[in-house]
């Protein structure tokens, strides 16, 4: 009966590091669209309004 007790308790413990593994994952993703989606976001709002285009330098000649 002890060994019945000692797998119930190692299944729990087994789907325990699953779901701590599975919240980490869901962690990571969550931390990479929120921080690096927002700087993708600002670049591409940059480029369209010509921030990142050299300036050019018109001579007038009198």
Known sequence: ????????K???SNLKEQKLGQTKNSAK???FVFGIGPIIGIIIFLYSKGFFNSPTI????N
């Open 1 to 8: 009966m002890k060994k019945k007790k000692s797998k119930k």
């Open 10 to 12: 190692q299944t729990i």
């Open 29 to 31: 993703l969550l931390l």
């Open 58 to 61: 018109s001579i007038i000649n």
